[in-house]
């Protein structure tokens, strides 16, 4: 089976500074791209950073980076210099069903960020 | 770019009765648009996938009859949920892809049902 995982149902971090969220997938396919995705209190999902599976450089996004281990199979989020507002349910996903852009969502982890 | 708008965003109805949800993408031409359930502190359910012009394809356990899917345009597609009941009360999101070629999926608003 194909799934993505997520082991921390919940994390806080202290303002400015830096947390990491784990994911790990498993998947036969051998190009295709890694989503995060954030869910604020409003649930409108949001795209946070993407990254493509055969490009070996981690992608970022102003205060959003990836680690992305291929081999592991690993793609975990960090985030630097937290800020209130990044406080969300992050949710790691990646396509997963042939030609029509299916993605499959782990269960997410909740992110509090304290003053 | 890559708006995503759905509406309503709350609805509220009677058991029996049919809502209609819609999904537009706004400033992309989506090619396959998907929807989604949500329950609360949970993570998102696939309901189905429809692209323009073409039958939706269902997720298994997912009643096709009640959960009725069309996808007329490349910028529309509706979600009518019909004979509701109080289980059927959820949060619907939809979400539509083709503004790149990356496999992103850009999601609505949302839209919280409830069948009294």
């Known amino acids: 089976a194909q799934t993505v995982t997520q082991s921390q149902p919940e994390m806080s971090v202290q303002e400015a500074e830096t947390v990491t969220l784990s994911c790990t997938y498993d998947?036969?396919?051998?190009?295709?791209?890694l989503f995060w995705y954030k869910q604020p209190p409003s649930r409108q999902m949001i795209l946070v950073i993407r990254?493509?599976?055969?490009?070996?450089q981690n992608a970022t996004e102003n205060r959003f980076s990836v680690n992305f281990q291929k081999a592991a199979k690993s793609f975990s989020l960090k985030i630097s210099d937290s800020q209130l507002g990044d406080a969300a349910m992050y949710f790691c996903?990646?396509?997963?069903?042939?030609?029509?852009?299916?993605?499959?969502f782990g269960k997410g982890t909740l992110l509090t960020v304290n003053p | 770019g890559a708006v995503v708008s759905q509406h309503p965003s709350r609805v509220i109805c009677k058991s029996g009765t049919s809502v209609k949800i819609e999904c537009r993408s706004l400033?992309?031409?989506?090619?396959?648009m998907f929807w989604y359930r949500q329950f609360p502190k949970q993570s998102l359910m696939l309901m189905a996938t429809?692209?323009?012009?073409?039958?939706?394809?269902?997720e298994q356990g997912v009643e096709k009859d009640k959960f009725l899917i069309n996808h007329a345009s490349l910028t529309l597609s509706t979600l009518t949920v019909t004979s509701a009941h109080p289980e059927d009360s959820s949060f619907y999101i939809c979400?539509?892809?083709?503004?790149?070629?990356?496999?992103?999926?850009?999601f609505g608003p949302g839209t919280r049902l409830t069948v009294l």
């Open positions: 429809s692209n323009e012009g073409s039958k939706a394809t269902y």
């Open positions: 996903a990646w396509p997963s069903g042939g030609s029509n852009y299916k993605l499959t």
């Open positions: 998947t036969s396919e051998s190009d295709y791209y």
């Open positions: 979400s539509a892809t083709g503004q790149d070629s990356t496999d992103t999926q850009y």
């Open positions: 400033d992309f031409q989506a090619t396959t």
């Open positions: 990254q493509e599976a055969y490009k070996q």
